[in-house]
């Protein structure tokens, strides 16, 4: 369970970022956090990993939860191969259950390339699998497939679900793609523009695994944004 009460959040020049911004998530609850540009989506992250420890508030959560990141690129180290990589988050990445890692995402025979020998897509894969290979309890993903094209994008939000099936992880998903998270999430949290609160919180009871081009998701989101027009500028 993890439990998130920011009173606010301002930065040395004064710009407030967050107020008043709250919410729950349930142990392996999947949440999509929408919102518009610059709205403190990474900032709200970055205290929840506890990298920034500024801001008036609390965020309560397991004991030494085992904590993944994902970031808008993929940032592997580039002078070191793909099994050097997922090596450095987790010693035992080798043999068996590295190949069977590699395979569960594509990626078979890959293990001793380099990052600068894969294409785009492929690198977004190792990330994933390295997000994974600590076994994370909370997993915090910040717009993770936002630069990939159409087809690579849906090929690792399939990777994710499956990885999600598996290890049941708390995950907050950050995306400003609404059709994105509606199809992985088990609520979506919509914020306003700065300073950042919780607008809107929307349970998707669809049945999974989910595509975002499924017709149901694609009702949705129409029916969403017929009713709230103005809903990823922040405000219903
Ligand atoms: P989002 O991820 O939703 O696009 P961010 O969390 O990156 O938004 O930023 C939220 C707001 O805080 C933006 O207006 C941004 O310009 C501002 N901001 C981010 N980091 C700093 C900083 N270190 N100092 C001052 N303002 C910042």
Known sequence: MLSVNIQAKAFTNGHCALRDLAFTARAGEFLAIVGPSGAGKSTLLKIISGLDTDFQGT????AQARLGFMFQEPRLMPWLTVAQNLQLV????????????LHSVGLNDCAMLFPGQLSGGMQRRVALLRAFSV?????????????????????????????????QPTVLFVTHNLSEALALADRVLFLTAGPSRVLLELPVTLPRP???HDPAVQALRHELLTKHPDLLKGAL
């Open 210 to 212: 989910r595509s975002q």
């Open 59 to 62: 965020v309560q959560q397991h």
């Open 135 to 167: 076994a994370p309890q909370l997993l915090l993903m910040d717009e993770p497939f936002q630069s990939l094209d159409a087809p690579n994008a849906e090929q690792l939000r399939g990777h994710l679900q499956s990885l999600c099936r598996a290890t």
């Open 90 to 101: 987790d010693a035992s990445m080798a043999g068996e259950r590295l190949a069977e890692a």
